[in-house]
T-cell receptor, first 114, second 112 residues
Framework: GAGVSQTPSNKVTEKGKYVELRCDPI?????LYWYRQSLGQGPEFLIYFQGTGAADDSGLPNDRFFAVRPEGSVSTLKIQRTERGDSAVYLC????????????FGPGTRLTVT | QKEVEQNSGPLSVPEGAIASLNCTYSDRVSQSFFWYRQYSGKSPELIMSIYSNGDKEDGRFTAQLNKASQYVSLLIRDSQPSDSATYLC????????????FGQGTTLQVKP
């Protein structure tokens, strides 16, 4: 079946602009996760959704970052007033349900802030 | 101290040899452990999960878990050049929401 999909694959934006990154999880998966990966590092947790609600947003670095999942499927990560330090690969993963279960990653969105 | 630690490598092994990748973690209440493979420029791909102490085998891969020592490892038998990648160890956080904490990864090079 289809895996996790993410759009766009690449996004270049200017400092101070607003961006939206989209994630479409594996069909039937109720849990969705966002991570951020910088060069040479492992992914860093941002936020976890179980259904429509954000069950854990402890990884969001500041209030410029926000994510939604209004219908319990597709999720959008929103970044306001982008900074050069936001440049990274943003990864989305999904699992059958929340908890200590296997997570499957999408291809990622490479965000570059100039 | 980092929550999940891996030697960044590179670990270089000849083709056909056993590659041994190691990971230690700091949170004693962690319950779930995963190994991901990541090729350069690609996203992480799940290759193994392990939840109980002992060994778990899947094809050429064996994951080993020792919760008392807070140690998890991945063995790759009959290593192939196509196994050359970065291997990420991931541990579930103590909140048990599924939040994963990753190590920085170990780069494996398999030389023909």
């Amino acid at each position: 079946g289809a895996g996790v999909s993410q759009t766009p694959s690449n996004k270049v934006t200017e400092k101070g602009k607003y961006v939206e990154l989209r994630c479409d999880p594996i069909s039937g998966h109720t849990a969705l996760y966002w991570y951020r990966q910088s060069l040479g590092q492992g992914p860093e947790f941002l936020i976890y959704f179980q259904g429509t609600g954000a069950a854990d947003d402890s990884g969001l670095p500041n209030d410029r970052f926000f994510a939604v999942r209004p219908e319990g499927s597709v999720s959008t990560l929103k970044i306001q007033r982008t900074e050069r330090g936001d440049s990274a690969v943003y990864l989305c993963a999904s699992s059958v349900t929340g908890g200590p279960y296997e997570q499957y990653f999408g291809p990622g969105t490479r965000l570059t802030v100039t | 101290q980092k929550e999940v630690e891996q030697n960044s490598g590179p670990l270089s092994v000849p083709e056909g040899a056993i590659a041994s990748l190691n990971c230690t973690y700091s949170d004693r209440v962690s319950q779930s452990f995963f190994w991901y493979r990541q090729y350069s420029g690609k996203s992480p791909e799940l290759i193994m999960s392990i939840y109980s102490n002992g060994d778990k085998e899947d094809g050429r891969f064996t994951a080993q878990l020792n919760k008392a020592s807070q140690y998890v490892s991945l063995l790759i038998r009959d290593s192939q050049p196509s196994d050359s990648a970065t291997y990420l160890c991931a541990v579930s956080g103590s909140s048990n929401t599924g939040k994963l904490i990753f190590g920085q990864g170990t780069t494996l090079q398999v030389k023909p």
